[in-house]
């Protein structure tokens, strides 16, 4: 008789962003992350995994659904520095945090 027994999924964080001041800022500030990516792949997010990043709404509702929990990775911009790359300095400046959030798709 053979017994089945369950694979049990290895809670991941993942880091996602695609700006390199960003990376700097996670590792200079020492936030453990296990994968970065410039881009979500929703198939890897997994009940329990830990996504950072700055996420559209509709992708941070989908992190949630999955059982994931989401960081975000939130800054206090003046409008004169939005759409502009960012160093891990001016990251600082501008009171970059990392906030839990839930996000919830309503019908």
């Not at 559209?56 to 520095?81: F, I, K, Q, W």
């Amino acid at each position: 008789m053979r017994l089945h027994i369950a694979k049990r999924h290895h809670m991941t964080t993942h880091f996602v962003s695609r700006h390199p001041g960003a990376l700097e800022w996670m590792r200079k500030t020492r936030i453990h992350f296990d994968r970065h990516t410039m881009h979500l792949d929703m198939e890897s997010i997994h009940p329990g995994d830990v996504v950072i990043g700055s996420l559209p709404v509709n992708l941070a509702a989908e992190v949630c659904a999955r059982g994931a929990t989401y960081r975000h990775l939130s800054l206090r911009l003046s409008v004169h520095d939005r759409g502009r790359e960012l160093s891990a300095t001016e990251l600082e400046a501008y009171e970059a945090a990392l906030e839990t959030y839930f996000v919830e798709k309503l019908p």
